[in-house]
Every structure is written in structure tokens, then in C-alpha cells.
């Protein structure tokens, strides 16, 4: 089995993605409770068990056990049909294209940390515009950038790593904590602002890649019918 100590530029395998999870989680730590809430919480569309909510708790599944058929998982799945080599990512062509690698790319880093701005930005209006908002606080954002969640990201150590896999981590909790005393309503803006960084941050990641994976797959004629 390949593991890390081939380099950093080998490919990652499913046991170095949870080592790597582990070691973020000692530093920091992360919210079970909110978590497991979190990947039960699947109905987007208002119906709890129709087909779109299924594909969306299995999404969420698949970024936190790193499973999304990124070039490894491919080569995993189809050894006859992928090269064997380590498959670059096709955005950057500089490193493995694997499930740690999304929102991570050289190519998205830019992109990511202006994300990070907004989404910093969006969570500040979520506090100031609850009903439990202590009066008079308008010096929220900075703290909120203070935090090592909205710090400038130059590779996977940053603990947005854990949100982008669908980890809640305590840090985040307690920026909202530190302003809003309601549990209910902490919890509330918890949830809105989750759902905010998973549509408009870690989907939005994955479409690029996998939208760019399946141009390179066509030019190499690796087409869904080879896969049957
Ligand atoms: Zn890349």
C-alpha cells in the first residue's frame, strides 16, 4: 500500500487521509454531536426521504470518507482502464489529483481564500441579524478573521480542511458562542452557516474538478460505457 512516506506527492490512499484527519483533530478538535447532525441533515428540499436527499447525505458521506471518484479512487476502481501511473489533477498539473486535494489545488488557492472573506463576511450578518445579537456590537468581523478558521490557507493543515469534509469543528461554535448567549439560536445560525459553506464552497470545488477530470477522461476515451 502507498502511504505518505513515498512524498508528499504520492498518491493519497484512504488510510492517509484518516492519519491526516487525525492529526488536524488533535489541534483541532472537533464537535460530534453537531457533526453527526450535520451528516444526518438531508433534507435540502423539504421531503425527507426522496431520491435528492439520499444523494445528498451519500455526497456528504463520500467528502468525509474521502470516496468521491477523484483519479485515485478511479484507478482503485478501474485498474484496466485508467494509466497506472499517479494521475496529475487537470487543473494545476502539479499534483495528485485525489479527494484532499479539492479546494486545495495551487490552481483554486486564490479563489478559496476570497471564499473564506465572504463566507467570514456572511456569518458576521448571521450573528448581527439574530434576534439574540447583544445591541450596539458592530466590531464582529474582526474577531471572526482572528479566527484560525478564516486564516489565509497556503496548503491542507488549515482546519477548514475538517469543514470542507464535513467536520463541524468546536472553533467555529465558539466564535458564534462568544456573541450569541441562545443555545437555539447559535444552533441556528450553526446550521445556516454550514449549509452556506457546503453549497457555495465544497460543492462548488468538486464541480470544478470532477467537470475538468471528465473533459480528460473524454480525450482519453474513458467513457461511462467502458465502465459497465
Ligand atoms: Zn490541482
Known amino acids: 500500500m502507498v502511504t505518505y512516506e513515498n512524498g508528499p506527492n504520492a498518491p493519497v490512499t484512504h488510510t492517509w487521509a484518516q492519519s491526516h484527519i487525525l492529526n488536524l483533530i488533535s489541534s483541532h478538535h472537533v464537535d460530534w454531536i453537531f ?11 423539504g421531503a425527507p426521504c426522496s431520491f435528492p436527499n439520499d444523494k445528498t447525505t451519500g455526497f456528504k458521506i463520500k467528502l468525509y470518507a474521502h470516496l468521491l471518484l477523484s483519479a485515485d479512487i478511479q484507478q482503485r476502481n478501474y485498474p484496466d482502464l485508467y494509466p497506472r501511473r499517479p494521475l496529475l489533477c487537470t487543473e494545476c498539473h502539479s499534483d495528485i489529483y485525489n479527494n484532499s486535494h479539492i479546494g486545495f489545488c495551487p490552481a483554486h488557492l486564490t479563489s478559496l481564500n476570497h471564499d473564506l472573506n465572504i463566507a467570514a463576511t456572511y456569518l458576521c450578518s448571521l450573528i448581527l441579524s439574530s434576534p439574540s445579537a447583544p445591541p450596539g456590537t458592530t466590531d ?89
Open 35 to 45: 457533526t453527526s447532525h450535520w451528516l444526518k441533515k438531508n433534507n435540502e428540499n
Open 140 to 228: 464582529i468581523l474582526p474577531l471572526i478573521r482572528r479566527s484560525s478558521l478564516f486564516s489565509p490557507v497556503f496548503n491542507i493543515n488549515h482546519p477548514i480542511y475538517l469543514l470542507l469534509h464535513q467536520l463541524v469543528p468546536e472553533e467555529l461554535i465558539s466564535v458564534i458562542s462568544l456573541h450569541i448567549r441562545s443555545r437555539k439560536n447559535g444552533m441556528v445560525i450553526m446550521e445556516t452557516f454550514i449549509q452556506y459553506f457546503y453549497s457555495q464552497i465544497t460543492q462548488k470545488y468538486w464541480r470544478i474538478h470532477s467537470s475538468s477530470f471528465h473533459s480528460w477522461e473524454l480525450s482519453c476515451r474513458i467513457t461511462k460505457r467502458k465502465k459497465k
